[in-house]
């Protein structure tokens, strides 16, 4: 199938999203956070009385909504991104584009670096944190206004690159990207050094 063949805004990948980790990341919380919470106020109030329970509460609940919007943003990233479309000889994933008679080559990449929350019982894998994980990359030809192909500095033809990227997405899902975008994109895939030589 080539670039031009695609009908408009046909979906040709669909992220598999985990509904279990994200609801059990919420579960975690509440249990090993929220639970405790209450206990430590019972506590507070029993032995300090109101005081102490007010100050264990605005020390608890503000670190409480540091958690809370931790697991939010996790939970955020393992839903975003969720389709690429083929749409009027574009792949479409959120608000990229890429314009498919453009493409000279694409690569993609993976890694499981961990930029995100390390706390394995609240938050699950701590080596899929909230880096990106997934990525695959266009080189895309460049023209000018005239129409003609640009000039880099060095003389090369000029080209920009237009990144596709997933957080918390293991590498065999980027696999499935690549097998669906393979039969739409003429270029060739190379290694990530490649990319922009």
Known sequence: MTAQSGQPNRVIWEREIDTDAISGRWRKLGLYY??????????????GGVGAMLGVLILLGLFGVLLVALVF???????????????????????????????EAWASNASAEDWGVTDAALFGNPMAGNAITAQVFFRLAQYDDSGQRGVR?????????????????????????????????????????QLRA
């Open 153 to 193: 500095i060095d003389g090369g033809p000029a080209f920009e690159v237009v990144e596709f990227a997933w957080a918390e997405m293991p590498p065999d899902q980027l696999q499935r990207v690549c097998a669906a975008l393979a039969p739409h994109v003429a270029a060739p895939q190379v290694r990530i050094d």
């Open 73 to 103: 943003f996790k939970n955020l990233n393992a839903r975003a991104n969720r389709t690429i479309a083929l749409n009027d000889g574009h792949l479409v994933l959120g608000q990229r584009r890429v314009d498919l008679a453009r493409v």
């Open 34 to 47: 929220a639970l405790p919470t209450v206990v430590a106020l019972i506590v507070a109030l029993v032995l």
